[in-house]
């Protein structure tokens, strides 16, 4: 007791010493605070989004497949959360970076990633928080990451709060958005922390073959650069195309894989994400503790989630998985047919996720110099909302999402083709009308 004493006396005098000097009130904020922002928060904020009253909205930029009710989780994975709520074992604290047996579970579900085991997993609180732990542990202030562009936003959100400089490399989408791989390698230097790898890509909806994965690959080797891959719509492929893990192409590149239930299995709010661990020549000694001690920070992911993981991952019924994808591709090939026709924008064929972007041949649209006033005018006239492509860092483009009804995208698309029939020119004098064939 004595040494409490006097600790807490030394305590005392020491504030005693040092009085404050402040007259008012002033409670500033952090730099982490200051720094960090959401790009697409702060662009769709700044634009006057005022539908037309007449017509009904249709938000074509929201990335919640939940959101208009025709997506549903499977039986299964509901009746796997109420058995856990029943029977009231995961009601308590679990261990920071999860229990063991969901950590095991997603350890198998995983499998065609390479071979891993439950000390290989993370469970975070969805996959945003897993990318906010692979960034956190990997990269810090005078550093510098490599994001696609266009890219998701949440990347930029997560670095520059850290003081973490982002660099962009580009993706072609004459190429199906393949990565520009020169220009890529050549932001790299001795800061360069890490590289992200989206695939399937939220905004473009692309899927790399193997062989682009296994340049992307060659080049981290060349530069022992470690990647974060970002693969939160795996298997979200259509036919023709191939989801390859990059983890299970990696030979030498040490890759934090991360994963999560938010999209395949139609359940973004139970916020379940993940982290897998691949290093076969054990580089990520000291991550694998960093990630350890972050997980901490949160006290793990939600524990009633946890405990129905294995039930969920084991007995979601393959159909489940397979009429989600067969719906996205029918209303990508719906969206992608009926933009083709449209004057002015230039729809590219999405090989998965939820996502498809169009182009935007703004120099056709004279009354609007950018993406954003192009949005804008859609709204009011034609109450249909896609996200600008300057969210993405890519301007004169458009995101639009997959996952509403089939007729809502139908009507969707019968509004953009009446707007872009009325204000495309062929320049800034002449409009060009399909009716009845003639120039006027």
Known sequence: MKDLDDLAAI??????????????????????????????????EGLKIVPNPDKQLIALSIGDPTTFGNLKPAPEIVDAVRRVIEDGSSNGYGPSTGFLEARQAVADYVAYQGTVTANDVILCSGCSCALDLCLSVLAGPGQNILIPKPGFSIYRTLAEGFGVECRY???????NWEVDLLQLESLIDGNTAALIVTNPSNPCGSVFSKSHLKAILNIAEKHYLPIIADEIYEHFVFPGHEFHSVSSLSEKVPVLSCGGLTKRFLVPGWRMGWIVIHDRDNLFRDVRKGLANLSARILGANTLIQGALPDILNN????????????????????????????????????????????????????????LEFVQALVAEQSVFCLPGQCFEYPNFMRIVLTVPENMISEACKRLHDFCEKHYRLDNNIIETCQHGLMV
């Open 11 to 44: 305590h005392l005098k020491s504030h005693a010493l040092g009085k404050s000097s402040r007259t008012k009130w002033n409670v500033p904020i952090t730099d982490f605070a200051r720094l960090t922002h959401n790009p697409i928060r702060a662009i769709v």
């Open 169 to 175: 490399y580009d993706l072609k989408p004459d190429k």
């Open 316 to 371: 979601t019924p393959s159909a489940f998985y397979d009429d989600l994808v067969s719906t996205l591709c029918r209303h990508a090939e719906l969206a992608y047919k009926s933009i083709k026709q449209i004057r002015g924008l230039r729809p590219i064929m999405p090989g998965g996720a939820m996502y498809m972007m169009i182009g935007i041949e703004i120099e056709h649209f004279p009354e609007y110099d950018t993406d």
